[in-house]
């Protein structure tokens, strides 16, 4: 399976110029990554499905006054955040009469068993290993992971991202392995994949 | 001892190949259908809605215009009749008749001015240049009460200054006139003379001294006088028609004159 967030360059001016060909190379490169973390926050497919075409909308029409970003990623990623929870505590500002809604999401990381089993043969202990050592971090530690490691965002972007300090993301990654590695179940699975990679990143 | 370096690749490893629950986009071809569509209508929309904003404010900003242009624009005219009229601020005036006034109620909050024509007194309030424009010329004043009558073809212009002074500006030259003047102004220039009431009363006068006053209040020249340096005149001495003047003065002497044109001769 591919990174879905590599960090591939835009031609910003000819996007500035309107390109049709660059803007759908924009939305292809970018859509499915913010659409899997908007479900992570939000939890509704037609709230992050508005967010990401308000997204894009937004971009497009505000291309000339956007300077190109430094980190196009980190920016898209970000902007879209802002824009979820935006929405979110609007909709439930509407929906409650409380008014002030604490924007606290749990950022649940569901693996999919069986799709995962489909993808590769792998076994259903280790999976539900890592679930359960995934459940066991906090909500702001399942982002951090899930940004840096399944969108393949850097620790600067995802400090970006998440409006913190680069040493703040590298702190919240370390105790996050930790605590993966504490997960019994996990350790012996997480041992065997160490293992593993580390025979592909070596040799 | 196990590297951040190494237990991060450890964590890309693990994740890998896992397939997590919503992330598979459904219907993405959908999502971008409508994004073209909004930027493609919204762009157009935005310069069309822009556009009729600034038709919108600009007519409004016309009609205002000129409806307060013809609202504030006042026209008075006068019938067989003198007429009273109130101007802004409290200035006042006496319209003669047959004559007509048009000033700018709007206008007259940055410019108290008035156009004239025909005849009318000014009673002006204290307070910024009053001007009193004719067709021959302008008559600016600060706080005074005066008269201004233009002839029917606006070759000659009479001012009457009865309370404060007004200057006159006409193509012939500029002239300023205190209380108690007048002025008679023409394409030759502006002759300025005493105002004086419409009779001159007298009680046993001399009547030497009444024929000089005749001589310089019509311009004229009486010969023959000499011979009634005697006499003496009891009465009221018309200022305004000089026929009068010498039917009531020389007629009440049992004179008999000759007028012929600026001349008199007295038999």
């Known amino acids: 399976m591919e990174r879905k967030t590599a960090d591939k360059g835009i031609d910003w001016k000819r996007f500035q110029n309107g390109d049709e060909n660059v803007f759908r190379h924009f939305y292809d490169l970018y859509a499915e990554g913010l659409y899997g973390y908007g479900m992570k926050i939000a939890g509704n497919e037609e709230t992050v499905r508005e967010c990401i075409q308000s997204l894009f909308v937004y971009l497009y029409e505000k291309r000339n006054s956007i300077a190109c970003p430094n980190n196009l990623s980190a920016y898209v990623f970000v902007s879209f955040r802002n824009r979820l929870i935006k929405t979110m505590v609007s909709d439930s500002k509407n929906a409650s009469v409380s008014g002030s809604v604490p924007m606290n999401y749990d950022f649940e990381i569901t693996v999919d068993i069986q799709e995962s089993l489909a993808a590769e043969d792998g076994d259903t202990e280790r999976l539900q290993a890592l679930q359960a050592a995934l459940d066991e971090l906090s909500p702001q530690q399942r982002e951090v992971v899930y940004l840096r490691f399944y969108n393949g965002l850097s620790i600067d972007q995802t400090a970006e991202v998440l409006g913190l300090a680069s040493q703040t993301v590298s702190n919240v990654t370390h105790n996050a392995i930790l605590k993966l590695r504490r997960n019994k179940l996990l350790s012996k699975a997480f041992l065997l994949f160490l293992m593993l990679a580390l025979d592909r990143f070596i040799i | ?267």
């Open chain 2, 1 to 267: 001892m196990i590297s951040i370096m190494e237990e991060n690749d450890a964590i890309y490893a693990l994740l890998k190949n896992v397939v997590l629950k919503n992330e598979k986009m459904d219907r993405k071809e959908e999502l971008w259908d409508s994004i073209r569509k909004e930027t493609l209508t919204a762009g157009r929309k935005k310069t069309v809605i822009r556009r009729v904003w600034w038709i919108a404010a600009v007519a409004v900003v016309a009609i205002a215009l000129v409806i307060g242009g013809f609202a504030s624009q006042k026209n008075i005219v006068s019938g067989g009749d003198k007429m009273a009229v109130a101007l802004p601020g409290g200035s006042a005036s006496e319209l003669g008749a047959n004559s007509s006034l048009h000033y700018n109620s709007i206008g007259w909050a940055f410019a108290r001015k008035v156009a004239l024509e025909g005849t009318a007194i000014f009673e002006v309030t204290k307070g910024r240049k009053f001007t009193v424009h004719t067709s021959e010329g302008d008559i600016t004043v600060l706080g005074t009460k005066f008269l201004v009558t233009e002839d029917r073809q606006g070759t000659a212009l009479h001012i009457e200054c009865y309370e404060g002074s007004v200057r006159i500006d006409t193509k012939a030259g500029s002239e300023v006139l205190k209380k108690g003047e007048k002025a008679d102004c023409s394409n030759e220039g502006i002759i300025k003379a005493e105002i004086l009431p419409e009779f001159i009363t007298y009680d046993g006068v001399a009547l030497k001294e009444i024929i000089e006053k005749i001589e310089t209040v019509y311009d004229v020249n009486v010969s023959g006088k000499e011979k009634y340096d005697s006499m003496t005149f009891s009465g009221l001495l018309p200022t305004g028609n000089l026929k009068d003047a010498l039917d009531i003065v020389f007629g009440s002497c049992g004179i008999d004159f000759e007028l012929n044109g600026k001349d008199i001769t007295l038999k």
